[in-house]
């Protein structure tokens, strides 16, 4: 460790928030408990609402002010006070997709009491800057910033909401791609589930589609910070008939990035009317995924369709106005004032709406405005909140009726009770188009394309105590004969089927066999590419020996896999070389995406002219051949021409990144951790999804296990630890757990907190 290093660290450790004791706090009117597990999680007991909530504001700030300052800013726009010119194009793109209708029917789309909820929060995270003066985390010192005080608004940001709502990019995509090749050749390349035979909409010019423009300020918006000197789930549930103590086991994983600190934050809150534990977001009021003393939940990605592209033409001689049938109507043009470090006076920004909604981008050459309609436009669709609701619920009605509150993001929320009830409900606000599909942009003039309305919670997909288990993967979940229109956009079906596979094995389960699914590495187009690889030869001994042992794997991608780096490689040279001979470089991520490792493997498995041409069988076998050679000579470039030492944890790996490592290498080495290297992939239930040279971007963070004979008997994990703050024994804790396979005890009752207990801090009302 070099001197600077030494420093850093002492600093770090010097700014710690003190967890143990007693601290007189204004604002609270009774003393609150908070006791910290050894694992960090805070279990806070309080003797009214009020207090509860200011106390997770309080808490949440010590473990974590500078990653909810950091949230704050991109939800509100105003990161440029940091960022300066860099952070203005996502500063502009937050506040386009600000909510600003009625706040009412805002705050009580949550529950009726979301408002004073959140101000009470807020005020605990207020108070905690207050209280700890100039005794700030490490970043703020770096950034030579202070943190902002909160106002209740800054909980509602609809940035987080925008990040999951993800069929509108795939719009555009597919716009290129008939432009490109054709509405029959898109069809066939990048097909919907259902299928269906979709159109080229009416009015529009798709050639005229740029997706890269037209998402720039988005992309700014929800990339990385450019600090200086970017998913799939699982969840499932079996009733009392199938598990070993008679009652529900649950099991949830939601998948997202992988960042430092994590995007998740454990808590435990306890007053009247309040007994709930599990995890949700620092910047947030309550629990979003978890249980409370009567029911659990979890949730995963549903993928419905909340979010449309509507081309509007502008007036040649004025871009602030649109067509709207034969008349021209003014945009609705607000300018907002935005402090950019570095400069004396304030940057203006101009923001324009559409009846359609806010104005992604403009072309003045072709006379377009891009306008999206999502649903977080309307009231009550910022993140998580109506988990507020869900916390509090008792029993299947009562649930039902909170997640009629859930709007954004879509999410198949997973249920069970102590009574021995399972259920299901695909929550999302969930628009009814009539005239289109939503899988192209169109044309706004006209006004053929509107949403006609939303379907209400009974009309959504949803099981109650069905005969088998509920498992949701981010696959289509469509019942049988269901007639409304969800999406046409879902994740491959591996992970679903794995999950099935697992559960036929017995008919009896306890929670290590969950814990285990957890973490089933096996890869289903792994075993149908073995299948491949076991109708090739070579004359090659040394590709010969590869490719026999590739045929002989059964697709499990441990972090010992010796196929795996094979598989990893192959995989890549198989989508390329499949879809390059009918797509331009610039769409290969698209079809290559969602659909496409399905669509080539049924390709490469009934091989005939349109993949193949005169000859299918002969090209694709001297294809598998080809491309396989050339994974071969890729994992020797990687990992040495030893193939006894090829393993798949040297090639996937997994690193924790602190936004401010980029602020140089003494940070980065006090700051991030990893690389860790890692088994399955994003098409196994243990979804650890990679992108460029292998490395994890995405997958479970934290997992929860719940056994509702006895709460004390659930498990979580999460990583890499409760705290943000650098030189905090829970900053990194959890990771050893996490990356061996393993979890530790959620404690419950009052009885099992006090066992674990390893950190009691007192917070009373100042004098």
Not at 203 to 220: F, H
Not at 652 to 679: C, K, N, W, Y
Not at 694 to 707: E, I, K
Request: glycine share 8%; net charge negative; charged share 25%.
């Amino acid at each position: 460790m070099t001197d600077s290093q030494s420093d850093l660290n002492t600093r770090c450790v010097a700014a710690l928030a003190d967890l143990a004791g007693e601290a007189n706090v204004p604002g609270l009117t009774a003393t609150v408990e908070v006791i910290r597990d050894r694992w960090g999680i805070p279990h806070i007991y309080a003797e009214n609402q009020p207090d509860l909530f200011f106390a997770q504001g309080f808490v949440a700030a010590q473990d974590r002010l500078f990653q909810m300052d950091l949230w704050r800013r991109i939800a509100i726009g105003e990161t440029a006070e940091l960022l300066g010119e860099a952070g203005l194009e996502a500063d502009r793109f937050a506040r386009l997709v600000r909510y600003r209708g009625d706040m009412e029917a805002e705050w009580t789309s949550y529950s009726p009491d979301t408002q004073q909820i959140t101000t009470s929060f807020v005020a605990g995270i207020n108070a905690y800057i207050d209280f700890i003066s100039d005794k700030l985390p490490i970043e703020f010192e770096l950034l030579k910033c202070r943190p902002k005080k909160w106002q209740p608004e800054d909980c509602l940001g609809r940035m987080s909401g925008i990040v999951m709502s993800r069929n509108f990019r795939n719009e555009l995509q597919r716009a290129k791609l008939i432009a490109e090749v054709g509405i029959e050749e898109a069809r066939r390349l990048a097909p919907t589930d259902p299928p269906f035979d979709y159109e080229a909409p009416d009015g529009v010019d798709l050639s005229s589609i740029d997706p890269q423009a037209i998402l720039a300020a988005l992309d700014q918006a929800t990339g990385p910070l450019p600090f200086s000197p970017d998913d799939g789930s699982n969840n499932w549930v079996v009733d009392g008939s199938s598990s070993a103590s008679g009652k529900p086991l649950l099991a949830s994983d939601p998948h997202r990035p992988i960042t430092m600190p994590s995007l998740r934050y454990m808590v435990h809150l306890n007053a009247p009317g309040w007994n709930v534990i599990g995890s949700g977001e620092p910047a947030l009021p309550g629990v979003a995924i978890g249980h409370n003393d009567r029911i659990a939940w979890g949730f995963t990605i549903i993928c419905t369709d909340q979010a449309d592209f509507f081309i509007e033409e502008t007036h040649p001689d004025d871009p602030t106005r649109y067509r709207v049938g034969d008349e021209w109507e003014s945009m609705t043009i607000i300018r907002e004032q935005v402090t950019v470090a570095g400069q004396s006076e304030p940057t203006e920004t101009e923001l324009r709406f559409t009846r359609h909604g806010p104005v992604i981008h403009q072309d003045g050459d072709t006379n377009q405005a891009f306008a999206l309609k999502w649903t977080g436009s309307e009231p009550g669709t910022a993140a998580y909140l109506p988990s507020l609701a869900i916390g509090r619920a008792g029993n299947w009605n009562e649930f039902h009726d909170a997640v009629a509150r859930w709007k954004l993001p879509s999410e198949n929320m997973l249920y069970a009770d102590v009574d021995g009830h399972v259920g299901w409900v695909a929550a999302a606000l969930t628009p009814v188009r009539e005239n289109h599909k939503g899988l192209l942009p169109v044309n706004g003039a006209e006004g053929q394309h509107e949403w006609q309305r939303f379907l209400n919670v009974d009309e959504l997909p949803q099981l109650f105590d069905p005969p088998d288990h509920i498992v949701t993967a981010n696959h289509n979940i469509l019942p049988e004969g269901y007639e409304q229109t969800i999406a046409y956009e879902w994740a491959p079906t591996y992970r679903n089927d794995r999950i099935h596979e697992r559960l036929a094995e017995k008919s009896t389960f306890e929670i290590d066999d969950f814990a285990s699914m957890h973490h089933d590495s096996t890869s289903i187009p792994g075993r149908k590419m073995a299948g491949l690889a076991a109708g090739m030869s070579f004359q090659e001994a040394e590709l010969e020996s590869i490719r026999a042992k590739f045929a002989e794997w059964d697709g499990h991608l441990s972090r010992e896999s010796h196929c795996g780096p094979v598989y990893g490689y192959w995989l890549d040279e198989l989508l390329t070389a499949c879809f390059e001979q009918f797509v331009s470089a610039d769409l290969l991520e698209f079809v290559a995406g969602q659909t496409g490792i399905p669509v080539i493997l049924a390709a490469l498995e009934s091989p005939d002219e349109r993949w193949f041409g005169a000859n299918p069988t002969a090209a694709r076998d001297e294809l598998l051949r080809r491309t396989f050679a050339s994974a071969v000579d890729q994992v020797k470039e990687a990992l040495g021409d030893d193939v006894a030492t090829w393993r798949w944890d040297r090639l996937h790996t997994v690193s924790f990144v602190h936004p401010l490592s980029s602020m140089g290498e003494d940070i980065a080495a006090a700051f991030d951790r990893g690389p860790i290297g890692q088994s399955g992939d994003g098409l196994c239930p243990n979804a650890t999804r990679y992108e460029e040279a292998f490395a994890q971007v995405s997958g479970a963070s934290y997992r929860q296990l719940f056994d509702l004979a006895d709460w004390d008997k659930g498990l979580a994990t999460s990583a890499p630890g409760q705290s943000g703050q650098p030189g905090s024994p829970h900053y990194d804790d959890l990771l050893p757990l996490w990356k061996n396979d393993e979890y530790f005890p959620l404690v419950f009752s009052r009885e099992a907190v006090e066992r674990e207990a390893k950190h009691h801090l007192r917070l009373k009302p100042a004098e």
